[in-house]
T-cell receptor
Framework: AQKITQTQPGMFVQEKEAVTLDCTYDTSDPSYGLFWYKQPSSGEMIFLIY??????QNATEGRYSLNFQKARKSANLVISASQLGDSAMYFCAMRETLLTGGGNKLTFGTGTQLKVEL | GAGVSQSPRYKVAKRGQDVALRCDPI?????LFWYQQALGQGPEFLTY????????KSGLPSDRFFAERPEGSVSTLKIQRTQQEDSAVYLC????????????????FGPGTRLTVL
C-alpha cells in the first residue's frame, strides 16, 4: 500500500479563490509528522506547513492551513486567496518516528500540479 | 544565511560513466539526506547521515550507488557505471532542530542535480 496518496495529478484555481489539495496516508506508527512542500519549476522544495500526529489543532501558516482528520488519515492542504505565484507542484510527505528509529527520512506522495489562473 | 547548495546543477553522462554529485548542507546541520526524484514523481529516499555516520542507506537502489560525508559537512553521492534508469533529479536536504530554530525539524532542500544518462 502507498504510504502517501495524492489523487489529484493536476488542479486549476482562479486567482483569489481557495483550493484544497488532497493527501491521505497510511502508517502504523503512533508518532508521525506530516509535511507539505512546494516545488516550483526551479526545482527546490520549499517547506510550507507541518502537522504532528499528536497536535490537537489544525496547523496554519499564513495562507496555508492543514485540514487534519486523523481517523480518516487525511491531511489536506488548503491555500486561501490563491496567487499566480502559487502555481507549482505540491507534495505531501510523512515522517514516521518510531518505525524508522527517529531517522527523520520523509516519504513523499506523487504530487499535485497546481495552476492558478487569472 | 546560505541554504543548501548542490553541484553541478546539470550533469550529462554517457552510459557506463561514473558521476559524483556534491551537496553543501546548511552550516551546522547535523542531518543530511539524499533523495532521487524521477520525472513526474515525488522524491524517494536514498540515504541519511548524522554527522559523518551513514545511519540509513536502505534506499540506495544498487551497489553502484555510494554516498559519503567524511567530515560531517559536505556530502558526495557517487554513481558508478551509470545506467539510463539513473536519470533523475538528485536532491540533497539537511536538518537540525538545534540550529534551525524551528520546532518541526523540517528538511531544507537544495536545488537538485539533474542527471541525464545517454
Amino acid at each position: 500500500a502507498q504510504k502517501i496518496t495524492q489523487t489529484q495529478p493536476g488542479m486549476f484555481v482562479q486567482e483569489k479563490e481557495a483550493v484544497t489539495l488532497d493527501c491521505t496516508y497510511d502508517t502504523s506508527d503512533p508518532s508521525y509528522g506530516l509535511f507539505w512542500y512546494k516545488q516550483p519549476s526551479s526545482g527546490e522544495m520549499i517547506f510550507l506547513i507541518y502537522q504532528g500526529s499528536y497536535d490537537q489543532q489544525n496547523a496554519t501558516e499564513g495562507r496555508y492551513s492543514l485540514n487534519f482528520q486523523k481517523a480518516r488519515k487525511s491531511a489536506n492542504l488548503v491555500i486561501s486567496a490563491s496567487q499566480l505565484g502559487d502555481s507549482a507542484m505540491y507534495f505531501c510527505a510523512m515522517r514516521e518516528t518510531l518505525l524508522t528509529g527517529g531517522g527523520n527520512k520523509l516519504t513523499f506522495g506523487t504530487g499535485t500540479q497546481l495552476k492558478v489562473e487569472l | 544565511g546560505a541554504g543548501v547548495s548542490q553541484s553541478p546543477r546539470y550533469k550529462v553522462a554517457k552510459r557506463g560513466q561514473d558521476v559524483a554529485l556534491r551537496c553543501d548542507p546548511i552550516s551546522g546541520h547535523v542531518s543530511l539526506f539524499w533523495y532521487q526524484q524521477a520525472l513526474g514523481q515525488g522524491p524517494e529516499f536514498l540515504t541519511y547521515f548524522q554527522n559523518e555516520a551513514q545511519l540509513d542507506k536502505s534506499g540506495l537502489p544498487s551497489d553502484r550507488f555510494f554516498a559519503e560525508r567524511p567530515e560531517g559537512s559536505v556530502s558526495t553521492l557517487k554513481i558508478q557505471r551509470t545506467q539510463q534508469e539513473d536519470s533523475a533529479v538528485y536532491l540533497c536536504a539537511s536538518s537540525d532542530p538545534g540550529t534551525s530554530g524551528s520546532p518541526y525539524n523540517e528538511q531544507f532542500f537544495g536545488p537538485g542535480t539533474r542527471l541525464t544518462v545517454l
